[in-house]
């Protein structure tokens, strides 16, 4: 992997994890959210703990693909299936799978939507736009709702610690302003489409609250 974030990579990684019949690679999907921490990492030590819960994250769903049962963990779905018809997840109250791939996966999902409010907000933004308004905005309408008050208060010191708005379009290494806005514009369906269909998958099977 490069050292340098491109916005055009994340969007290649989450194209990459849909497939022609609509299934999500858990190894493309997790590879994106790889490449946002990696940003994340080089806006400073304020979001340390942030990334390391994604890291973390990743790395459980790694683990389950690279193990003795890694053919299950292909792809979104046959990683419900395959968790729900051997009874591997919590569904109630945190017992003896805490960290089942499905409930793993549910907390990169709800980031997921953050992301694409975020990004959507950034791409409709004007110069005097500030990103600590955008993200926390983003954030109160999705993550937000998941979080208690104490990391609810972390995250919104870690967002004042937000670089701005011109800073965010260089670092994505896209070209100029009209070419990064273009980008956006293109990656926004993908990531609103792998949302989507993860989103009807946990609807279809009870799995939006899973603890
Ligand atoms: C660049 C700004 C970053 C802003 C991130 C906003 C989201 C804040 C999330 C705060 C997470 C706090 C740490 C721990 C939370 C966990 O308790 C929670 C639940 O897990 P669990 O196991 O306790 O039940 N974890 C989560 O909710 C997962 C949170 C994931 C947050 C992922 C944020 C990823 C941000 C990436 C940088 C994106 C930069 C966008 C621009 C790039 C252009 C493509």
Redesign the pocket.
């Known amino acids: 992997m490069a050292d340098t ?1 491109s ?1 055009q990579r ?1 969007l290649e990684t989450f194209r990459s994890s849909l497939s022609e019949n609509k299934k999500v690679y858990i190894k493309y999907y997790i590879a994106g ?1 790889q490449e ?2 990696s ?2 990492n080089s ?1 400073g030590n304020v ?1 340390s ?3 390391k ?2 890291v973390s ?1 990743i790395q459980i769903l790694e683990n389950f693909l690279s193990g003795e049962n890694g053919s299950y963990y292909v792809t979104i779905q046959s990683m419900v299936k395959y968790e729900l018809d051997n009874d591997l997840v919590d569904l109630t109250k945190r017992g003896s799978h805490p960290e089942s791939g499905c ?2 996966l549910l ?2 999902h ?2 997921l939507l ?2 694409e409010l ?2 959507e907000r ?1 791409r409709t933004s004007t110069e005097d736009g500030k990103t600590s308004v955008m ?1 926390s905005d983003a ?1 109160n309408e999705s ?1 937000a709702q ?2 208690p008050w104490l ?1 609810r208060k ?2 919104g010191v ?2 004042c610690a ?1 670089p701005g708005r011109d800073t ?1 379009f260089n670092v ?1 290494n896209a070209g100029d302003h009209t070419q990064v806005v273009a980008l956006l514009g293109e ?1 926004l369906p993908l990531i609103a489409e792998v949302y989507q269909i993860t989103e009807d998958l946990y609807v279809k099977n009870h799995l939006l609250e899973l603890p």
Do not use: G, N, P
Request: net charge positive.
């Open positions: 974030f916005l994340v959210w946002l921490v940003f994340m806006l979001f703990f942030i990334s819960d994604v994250k409930r793993t907390r990169l709800r980031a953050w992301l975020f990004l950034l993200c954030y993550l998941h979080h990391i972390a995250v870690a967002f937000l965010f994505m990656s």
